[in-house]
C-alpha cells in the first residue's frame, strides 16, 4: 500500500461525519529518570469535554490538513512547504516504531500526577491512541513540555466568572492545537519537521542505550545470530527495557556462559546451542515463542523455591527484608 493509499485507508477508519471516531485514549511521556531506563508515560484520563477537545483537535491538525496535502518522502535536511506532507516507511525510522509497540497499550502506565514535579520537568510530548472498530490503532503525536502548565508562567492565572476575576490555583494545563506527526499502517506522517524530530530523537537514544547493552552481553555469553539479538533488543520497547534491567543487576560483571548452562540444564530450557571452534554459543531465534529466552534466563528469571523445591519462571523479583 502507497503512502497516499494509506491516507486513504486512514480516512476511512477513523473518520465519521468529518470528525475521528473510535475509542481514544492519551497520555504524556517524559525522559527516563535514569540514563538506562526508557521514556515513563503517565496515562491521561480525560473527561468527556476533554476528550471531544481531543477528537476535535486531532480532526483540524490531521485530517483538515491533508486535504489537498501534497506528499514528499521523508528527508531529516529539508524544510517542507506549508501544504507538503512527509512520509516514511516506519521500518526506516526505528525510534518511531519502538514508540508504536510501547505505547499500543497504554492501560499499564500509572496516571498522570499534576503534583509530580520530577516528572513534569521530563515531559517531552504527548501521544494519542485512537483504536478503530477493526482494532487497528493509529497514533498522534505533539511535543509537550512543563512550559504547559500556566502555573509555571511569572503572574497569576485569573479567570473570569460572572464578570469577577477569581484566581485559580487548580493545576492548569495549555494543550495547543497542533499534531506533529502520526503514524498508521506502515507509515510515519510528518506534519511539524523539528518538534517531530524533537520528539524520536530521545527514543533513539534509548535504542542506542539497548543496543550498547546488548554488546556488552554478547562480551560476555556468547550468541549466535549476534546481529539478529542487537536489533530485537533495540527495536521493540519491551525487550530494551528488560535488557537495560539486565544491566542493573548486581551480578552483571560475573554473567558468562559457566553461569547460565546449570540453569539451562536444571530448567530443561529449549535454547539451542552451537558450537563455534571449541566455544558454545547460545542460539538467538526471533520468532514471538522463543525471542525472550535468552533475556529471561540472563535476567534470573529461574527460580528454585527453598521450600518446595519447586522450579518456577518469574517476571519480578524483590529481595527479601534484610537481604
Given at each position: 500500500?502507497?503512502?497516499?493509499?494509506?491516507?486513504d485507508?486512514?480516512a476511512?477508519?477513523?473518520?465519521?461525519d468529518?470528525a475521528v471516531?473510535g475509542?481514544l485514549?492519551a497520555?504524556?511521556v517524559?525522559?527516563?529518570?535514569?540514563s538506562?531506563?526508557?521514556?515513563?508515560?503517565?496515562?491521561?484520563a480525560?473527561?468527556e469535554?476533554a476528550?471531544l477537545y481531543?477528537?476535535?483537535?486531532l480532526t483540524?491538525?490531521?485530517?483538515?490538513?491533508?486535504?489537498?496535502?501534497?506528499l514528499?518522502k521523508?528527508?531529516?535536511?529539508?524544510k517542507?512547504?506549508a501544504?507538503?506532507?512527509?512520509?516514511?516507511r516506519i521500518?526506516d525510522i526505528?525510534a518511531a516504531a519502538?514508540a508504536?509497540?510501547r505505547?499500543?497499550n497504554l492501560?499499564?502506565?500509572?496516571?498522570?500526577d499534576?503534583?509530580?514535579?520530577?516528572y513534569?520537568?521530563?515531559m517531552r510530548?504527548w501521544?494519542?491512541?485512537?483504536?478503530a472498530?477493526d482494532?487497528r490503532?493509529a497514533?498522534?503525536f505533539?511535543s509537550?513540555?512543563a512550559?504547559a502548565e500556566l502555573q509555571?508562567k511569572?503572574?497569576?492565572?485569573?479567570?473570569?466568572?460572572?464578570g469577577?476575576?477569581?484566581?485559580?490555583?487548580?493545576?492548569i494545563?495549555?494543550?495547543?492545537r497542533?499534531?506533529?506527526?502520526?503514524?498508521?499502517g506502515e507509515y510515519?506522517f510528518?506534519?511539524r519537521?523539528?518538534?517531530f524530530?524533537r520528539?524520536?530523537?530521545?527514543?533513539?537514544?534509548?535504542?542506542r542505550r539497548?543496543?550498547r547493552a546488548?554488546r556488552?552481553?554478547?562480551?560476555?555469553v556468547?550468541?549466535?545470530?549476534?546481529?539478529?539479538?542487537?536489533?530485537?533488543?533495540?527495536n521493540q520497547?519491551a525487550?530494551a527495557?528488560?535488557?537495560?534491567a539486565?544491566?542493573r543487576?548486581?551480578?552483571?560483571d560475573q554473567?558468562s556462559?559457566?553461569?547460565l548452562?546449570?540453569?539451562?540444564?536444571e530448567?530443561n530450557l529449549n535454547?539451542?546451542?552451537?558450537?563455534?571452534g571449541?566455544?558454545?554459543?547460545l542460539?538467538?531465534e526471533?520468532?514471538?515463542e522463543?525471542r525472550?529466552r535468552?533475556?529471561?534466563?540472563i535476567?534470573?528469571?529461574?527460580?528454585r523455591?527453598a521450600?518446595?523445591s519447586?522450579?518456577?519462571e518469574?517476571?519480578s523479583?524483590?529481595a527479601?527484608?534484610g537481604?
Amino acid at each position: 500500500m502507497t503512502a497516499r493509499e494509506t491516507l486513504d485507508d486512514l480516512a476511512a477508519a477513523f473518520v465519521a461525519d468529518g470528525a475521528v471516531a473510535g475509542v481514544l485514549e492519551a497520555a504524556t511521556v517524559a525522559r527516563p529518570p535514569t540514563s538506562d531506563a526508557l521514556p515513563e508515560g503517565r496515562a491521561l484520563a480525560l473527561a468527556e469535554d476533554a476528550e471531544l477537545y481531543f477528537r476535535s483537535l486531532l480532526t483540524d491538525a490531521v485530517v483538515a490538513s491533508l486535504e489537498g496535502a501534497r506528499l514528499r518522502k521523508f528527508d531529516p535536511l529539508y524544510k517542507p512547504d506549508a501544504d507538503e506532507v512527509e512520509w516514511a516507511r516506519i521500518d526506516d525510522i526505528p525510534a518511531a516504531a519502538l514508540a508504536v509497540d510501547r505505547y499500543a497499550n497504554l492501560s499499564p502506565l500509572a496516571p498522570f500526577d499534576p503534583a509530580d514535579e520530577s516528572y513534569k520537568r521530563r515531559m517531552r510530548y504527548w501521544v494519542a491512541v485512537v483504536t478503530a472498530a477493526d482494532r487497528r490503532r493509529a497514533f498522534f503525536f505533539r511535543s509537550f513540555s512543563a512550559s504547559a502548565e500556566l502555573q509555571r508562567k511569572r503572574g497569576a492565572a485569573l479567570v473570569s466568572r460572572n464578570g469577577t476575576f477569581t484566581r485559580v490555583d487548580e493545576h492548569i494545563f495549555l494543550f495547543d492545537r497542533n499534531v506533529d506527526c502520526f503514524v498508521f499502517g506502515e507509515y510515519v506522517f510528518v506534519l511539524r519537521h523539528a518538534d517531530f524530530r524533537r520528539i524520536f530523537e530521545q527514543l533513539d537514544a534509548v535504542r542506542r542505550r539497548a543496543a550498547r547493552a546488548a554488546r556488552e552481553v554478547l562480551a560476555k555469553v556468547p550468541i549466535a545470530n549476534a546481529e539478529d539479538f542487537v536489533e530485537a533488543c533495540s527495536n521493540q520497547a519491551a525487550m530494551a527495557e528488560k535488557l537495560l534491567a539486565v544491566r542493573r543487576r548486581d551480578y552483571f560483571d560475573q554473567l558468562s556462559y559457566a553461569m547460565l548452562a546449570p540453569v539451562i540444564e536444571e530448567f530443561n530450557l529449549n535454547i539451542p546451542t552451537r558450537d563455534d571452534g571449541g566455544t558454545t554459543q547460545l542460539v538467538f531465534e526471533s520468532t514471538p515463542e522463543q525471542r525472550w529466552r535468552i533475556l529471561k534466563l540472563i535476567d534470573d528469571d529461574y527460580l528454585r523455591s527453598a521450600m518446595t523445591s519447586h522450579r518456577y519462571e518469574v517476571n519480578s523479583k524483590t529481595a527479601p527484608p534484610g537481604d
